[in-house]
């Protein structure tokens, strides 16, 4: 299979992208691995003719957004994610009356209808220094309610509403802080991803995206991690580091990210299905509130 994979590769000139949280087998075939702004920013330097993004729906469209020219292909057509699915466009419409002065801020974990109803997208990476940039006081964040909690938290200077209330994560929702215990008993450090609940973000040692993690990482130390997100992410900070301890949560699991076997890989760029199609006028949109984001990120 592996093999097979490898030869079509090559022969389409295709580009294999994947998240983080992949199954393992998935993210030893890809080009790139890497977190929501990488895949992001990797899409756009790209110059394959077919990209398949292992990973769920909102990063394949984000990466055709970035690249309308060419092929973009998901796997499996309906890895989604149900952290998107909290905003939609009449939600962003309605508060953009109510808040005149505010800036729309959304999390690339959201359609790409509501991505082109931003003024800028932000990921867990960058939604800081995104929101930072911005001269407006009031900040309508969305869909991720947690997120904005620690942007809140990180720019109190700033007003951030989030849209919706309580837009959260199921798998990051449910670390709790029996959780924090265990760890501390474990020992070492514990790492959280920014959409844990803010009970949670306050008792970690550090808070970072999936690529924080990585770079963390890189800067060495030997205690061991409790890793506080999807729980693949631990095992590809074992493959990075190898030597060192990540504690993983075996019950964060991300269904939709666990889709994708390499029998859907190879029928994929086989096939050069499910391809991703979005209306040309909402990717314009949408590409001007991604491309915004990534200047200010880079
Ligand atoms: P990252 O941008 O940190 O990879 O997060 C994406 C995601 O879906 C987190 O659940
Ligand atoms: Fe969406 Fe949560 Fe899965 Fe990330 S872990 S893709 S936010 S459902």
Same mark, same amino acid.
């Given at each position: 299979?592996?093999?097979?994979?490898?030869?079509?590769?090559? /022969?389409?000139?295709?580009? =294999?992208?994947?998240?983080?949280?992949?199954?393992?087998?998935? %993210?030893?075939?890809? !080009?790139?691995?890497?977190?929501?702004?990488?895949?992001?920013?990797?899409?756009?330097?790209?110059?394959?003719?077919?990209?398949? *993004? @292992?990973?769920?729906?909102?990063?394949?469209?984000?990466?055709?957004?970035?690249?309308? !020219?060419?092929?973009?292909? =998901?796997?499996?057509?309906?890895?989604?994610?149900?952290?998107?699915?909290?905003?939609?466009?009449?939600?962003?419409?309605?508060?953009? %009356?109510? #808040?005149?002065?505010?800036?729309?801020?959304?999390?690339?974990?959201?359609?790409?209808?509501?991505?082109?109803?931003? !003024?800028?997208?932000?990921?867990?990476?960058?939604?800081?220094? *995104?929101?930072?940039?911005?001269?407006?006081?009031?900040?309508?964040?969305?869909?991720?309610?947690?997120?904005?909690?620690?942007? %809140?938290?990180?720019?109190?200077?700033?007003?951030?509403?989030?849209?919706?209330?309580?837009?959260?994560? #199921?798998?990051?929702?449910?670390?709790?802080?029996?959780?924090? /215990?265990?760890?501390?008993?474990?020992?070492? %450090?514990?790492?959280?991803?920014?959409? @844990?609940?803010?009970?949670?973000?306050?008792?970690?040692?550090?808070?970072?995206?999936?690529?924080?993690?990585?770079?963390?990482?890189?800067?060495?130390?030997?205690?061991?991690?409790? =890793?506080?997100?999807?729980?693949?992410?631990?095992?590809?900070?074992?493959?990075? #580091?190898?030597?060192?301890?990540?504690?993983?949560?075996?019950?964060?699991?991300?269904?939709?990210?666990?889709?994708? #076997?390499?029998?859907?890989?190879?029928?994929?760029?086989?096939?050069?299905?499910?391809?991703?199609?979005?209306?040309?006028?909402?990717?314009?949109?949408?590409?001007?509130? =991604?491309?915004?984001?990534?200047?200010?990120?880079?």
């Amino acid at each position: 299979m592996e093999k097979d994979i490898r030869a079509l590769k090559a /022969e389409k000139s295709a580009v =294999i992208m994947a998240h983080n949280y992949q199954p393992m087998e998935i %993210q030893d075939l890809a !080009d790139v691995v890497g977190d929501s702004l990488e895949l992001a920013v990797k899409a756009k330097e790209t110059a394959a003719d077919l990209i398949v *993004v @292992c990973g769920v729906r909102f990063m394949a469209e984000t990466a055709k957004i970035l690249n309308p !020219d060419r092929k973009v292909v =998901i796997p499996v057509e309906d890895a989604g994610c149900p952290l998107a699915d909290f905003l939609t466009p009449e939600m962003i419409r309605e508060a953009r %009356q109510r #808040y005149p002065d505010a800036a729309v801020v959304v999390y690339v974990n959201s359609t790409a209808e509501s991505k082109a109803l931003a !003024d800028i997208t932000c990921t867990s990476a960058n939604a800081v220094r *995104v929101v930072a940039s911005l001269s407006n006081d009031t900040i309508l964040f969305g869909p991720d309610a947690n997120l904005a909690a620690y942007v %809140q938290r990180e720019l109190p200077e700033k007003t951030i509403i989030p849209l919706p209330p309580g837009g959260h994560c #199921y798998v990051h929702t449910g670390f709790t802080l029996a959780d924090v /215990e265990a760890a501390r008993r474990k020992g070492g %450090q514990i790492v959280c991803h920014p959409e @844990c609940p803010p009970e949670i973000q306050e008792q970690a040692d550090r808070i970072a995206s999936t690529g924080g993690m990585v770079r963390d990482a890189a800067a060495g130390g030997d205690e061991p991690w409790s =890793i506080f997100t999807e729980r693949e992410m631990a095992s590809r900070l074992r493959v990075l #580091y190898p030597g060192r301890v990540f504690y993983e949560k075996p019950e964060a699991v991300c269904a939709d990210m666990k889709k994708i #076997y390499l029998e859907d890989l190879r029928r994929a760029l086989e096939s050069e299905e499910h391809e991703v199609i979005l209306p040309p006028e909402v990717m314009d949109r949408a590409r001007r509130a =991604i491309e915004r984001m990534i200047a200010v990120g880079a």
